[in-house]
């Protein structure tokens, strides 16, 4: 079997997404999710300058191979583009095995461990009472789980609040938006919140935050040990990660559980994390972390110290990436949750698929594969459309973590 073409479909309906489409000499296609936010067309130079020229003429049966070839063969190995790169073409290799076989992903991964998928939505006001009230929302549509962000009282733009009840898309303009952050405002405010949620709704439900990497060590630890009244399912990027070393000064001050991971690539970003067991939950996703192949090894490097699963699934993850990562979902023995910020009609009808959410949960199909399409002629009604990522700055100027 050999693989006779390759190429990016780059679209932009309501944000960009970038897919690489696989095709074989027995006519069996696969796609993969390139979509790195902010950096899209970066990820398509790396797929359609380095890597696709590569691919012709490869056995597409032979993924563990071509994922060895891409990232040892890359010597520039690691980082989000090149992995984003390698899980787009994992991701397609999977499909295409799913379809010559005749089974859904989660078969050929190892079969069932669970019926259904927990995920956690995203629930997000510009105020206090704002945020309260979308969270009756999301409990009011079923979710279990569900994530509060909120504005703060002082702070413009604060991360996670969208604009009315758009989907939140961080990637908002051409330039980085430039946001003020201030810690003080933020550890005094987000206590009330939680309090205020279990006061309202009671503990029957998962409440998850995400502090996006903007708290010190020793600040994560006292926002960690104020929120332990409230029984968070997780506090979400406490610190930046680079060092992981500094989650010990976490863990040793609260029993918060930690979730990190989204912006890891590889298993090396998260090694220390999981065997010192600093975490509780790893959220790398199959877009960024090399794919399924990779996905697979960290989860069960994770599973060795009883760390779970809770794999990163915004909006600016494509469905692509959620159709495969709810496969991933379905098999993988130590699952913890799955994000699940719902894509908007025209994103969902680009990207055809057979999963679905109900109650609470989401449920892959059984047809071939990872079960998402891509529809080629809408996708080329909606052209690439520049936009990044904000950056965020104190009130003194200081460059500061977004
Ligand atoms: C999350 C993430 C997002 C990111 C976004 C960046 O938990 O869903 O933190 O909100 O900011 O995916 O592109
Ligand atoms: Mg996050």
């Not at 332990?228 to 930046?240: C, G, K, N, Q, V």
């Amino acid at each position: 079997m050999k693989i006779t073409s390759a190429r990016v479909i780059v679209t932009c309906p309501g944000r960009n997404f970038v897919t690489l489409k696989i095709g074989t000499d027995e006519g069996v296609t696969g796609i993969g999710d390139a979509t790195l936010n902010g950096r899209e067309l970066s990820v398509a130079s790396y797929l359609t300058d380095h890597v696709i020229p590569c691919l012709i003429g490869m056995d597409p049966q032979r993924i563990e191979d071509i994922w060895q070839y891409l990232y040892r063969g890359a010597y520039w190995r690691r980082g989000p583009v090149t992995m984003s790169a390698i899980a787009a073409v994992d991701t397609a290799l999977w499909d295409i095995k799913g379809k010559m076989a005749g089974m859904p992903l989660y078969q050929l991964l190892g079969g069932r461990s669970r019926d259904r998928v927990l995920v956690y939505g995203h629930a997000n006001g510009r105020d206090l009472k704002e945020t309260v009230d979308a969270v009756g929302k999301y409990i009011d549509m079923g979710y279990k789980a569900i994530r509060a962000q909120s504005g703060i009282p002082g702070i413009d733009k604060a991360y996670g609040v969208g604009r009315g009840d758009m989907h939140y898309e961080p990637a908002d303009a051409r330039l980085p938006t430039n946001t003020v952050w201030d810690t003080p405002k933020y550890l005094n405010f987000t206590p009330r919140l939680f309090e205020k949620l279990r006061d309202t709704y009671g503990y029957e439900r998962e409440l998850l935050h995400d502090v996006h990497h903007r708290l010190t060590p020793n600040e994560a630890a006292q926002l960690g040990k104020a929120l332990e009244p409230f029984r968070l399912f997780w506090m979400e990027d406490a610190t930046p990660a680079e060092n992981q070393e500094a989650f010990r000064h976490i863990r040793r001050h609260t029993t918060t559980p930690l979730a990190v991971g989204e912006v890891f690539n590889t298993i090396w970003d998260c090694k220390q994390l999981i065997e010192e067991q600093l975490i509780d939950y790893i959220r790398c996703t199959v877009v960024h972390a090399g794919g399924i192949t990779h996905l697979r090894r960290i989860a069960d490097l994770a599973a060795l110290y009883q760390v779970r699963t809770g794999s990163h699934g915004a909006t600016d993850n494509s469905p692509v990436c959620m159709g495969a990562a709810l496969h991933f979902d379905t098999w993988v023995p130590n699952f913890g949750i799955q994000e699940y910020m719902r894509h908007t009609e025209e994103t969902d009808a680009v990207f055809p698929h057979d999963y679905r959410f109900d109650d609470g949960f989401l449920h892959c199909g059984e047809a071939p594969g990872h079960g998402v399409e891509i529809d080629e002629k809408l996708a080329a009604k909606y052209p690439y459309d520049p936009a990044c990522l904000p950056v965020a700055r104190l009130e003194d100027g200081t460059l500061w973590n977004w």
